[in-house]
């Protein structure tokens, strides 16, 4: 299995529980559940941060001259 198809079971669980009644629910602790989440939307959905993208060009060395 792998981490999108994780991430996209996940969220549905998550759908599908929120909207049953409490006592009918499976698991009451979402965040655990969203904080897991969160983690694999960051790996699957990675966007490098601009330092990240600058550092990539060229080397630090002559980027100031």
Do not use: C
Not at 2 to 9: G, H, K, V
Not at 49 to 54: C, H, I, L, S, Y
């Amino acid at each position: 299995m792998r981490l999108a198809e994780i991430q996209s079971y996940l969220d549905a669980y998550l759908t599908r529980q929120e909207s049953k009644d409490f006592q009918d629910q499976e698991y009451t602790n979402f965040n655990e559940l969203y904080d897991a989440l969160e983690i694999i939307d960051s790996i699957v959905n990675y966007e490098p941060t601009d330092n990240e993208m600058m550092s990539s060009f060229g080397t630090k060395w002559h980027d100031h001259l």
